[in-house]
């Protein structure tokens, strides 16, 4: 289904399309009744005006959306510097939403990008039915999206992140082979990634005949104040002293989580990695400075926005603008930084 257009209604409804401009525009030189008609029949069928008509009876507007959770996230900025460097080369203008993982400022995004004409969208998608129903409504408008780190969606699209499943597997492979087999895995409520990392996980215990404990993990809800995911780190730590059950490891499945937990282990007096080692997600250029220095899995962050823009400019540029059936989901490989905090 595309998108419907003034000439579209004029047809539809039998009338000029300057009548139906006019009308929409709320012009004095239209009848009240004639402009009730043709705002019902837009309304209905999904008209959006915008300002960039001109540019959109060409069919484009140059404009690509990109909404992530956190442009001061190191990860996402990363994205973002991997798109832009791409793109400064183009005439594509790129805009740049934050969703803070909350669905309905998300979906307001996606709209207000929907109202603006946007060519195209890059997400990292909380995972929201209602956004992912109303992505879905864009692909069937001829709307391209690529869904980048967050891929494990059931929605047919161009999907851009890494194995998850397998780095993990690898990063708690490596605790245990050094003696870690106590191994308390924190992870946020992201259905894009979090079930595949859990996965990665508890399949390596199994493997390594280490039996899966569920107080082994912990889920934060990462959308909230800084603050109070810090202080629901600190207590639970403390609870785990407390009762005389710390792990002999933790392992942190975001790179936010990653350093506040170990900001959480300083503040409760828990030394890295002499009671607890760490490793986690990261892609915080100086992981090195911290102390101790952090293990760290890093995401080849610059690349996924660079491919993504890739697949995108290759729609937009073709001269059919159609996006092809066959749908790509592309698993870049992802490193471990073995450092101090794991030893």
């Not at 047809?11 to 525009?25: E, F, H, M, W």
Request: charged share 20%; net charge neutral.
């Amino acid at each position: 289904m595309k998108r419907i257009t003034i000439k579209d209604i004029a047809k539809a409804l039998g009338y000029s399309v300057g009548t139906i401009s006019k009308a929409l525009s709320n012009s004095h030189e239209i009848s009240t009744v004639r402009k009730v008609e043709i705002q019902k029949f837009a309304d209905e069928h999904g008209y959006r005006s915008n300002q960039y008509a001109k540019l959109l009876r060409k069919g484009r507007t140059n404009i690509i959306g990109m909404i992530v959770p956190s442009i001061g996230n190191p990860f996402f900025s990363q994205i973002l510097e991997g798109i832009e460097r791409e793109l400064s080369e183009t005439t594509y203008n790129l805009i740049i939403m934050q969703s803070a993982d909350d669905p309905q400022l998300e979906l307001k995004h996606l709209e207000m990008l929907y109202q603006k004409g946007a060519d195209a969208v890059v997400i990292a998608a909380t995972g929201n039915n209602t956004s992912l129903k109303f992505l879905e409504r864009l692909i069937s408008e001829g709307i391209p999206i690529v869904l980048i780190d967050r891929t494990n969606y059931e929605i047919n699209t161009y999907k851009i992140g890494i194995d998850n499943f397998k780095v993990v597997y690898q990063g708690i492979s490596q605790l245990i082979n050094q003696g870690r087999k106590k191994i308390l895995f924190i992870s946020n409520q992201s259905r894009g990634t979090s079930l595949e990392r859990q996965r990665g996980y508890i399949q390596c215990l199994r493997d390594y005949d280490i039996a899966f404990n569920s107080d082994d993990l912990l889920s934060i809800e990462t959308s909230q104040k800084r603050i109070d995911v810090l202080d629901q780190l600190k207590k639970h730590l403390t609870d785990l002293v407390h009762s005389s059950a710390l792990p002999d490891a933790i392992f942190t499945a975001s790179d936010q989580l990653t350093y506040l937990t170990l900001e959480a282990l300083h503040t409760v007096g828990i030394a890295v990695p002499d009671r607890i080692a760490l490793i986690g997600f990261a892609n915080f250029q100086y992981t090195n400075i911290f102390q101790p220095s952090l293990s760290s899995i890093v995401q080849p962050s610059r690349e996924i926005g660079s491919q993504a823009f890739a697949i995108l400019s290759k729609i937009l540029d073709s001269s059919d603008h159609k996006i092809t059936k066959q749908y790509q989901t592309i698993e870049l490989q992802a490193s471990i930084l073995t450092r101090r905090s794991s030893e």
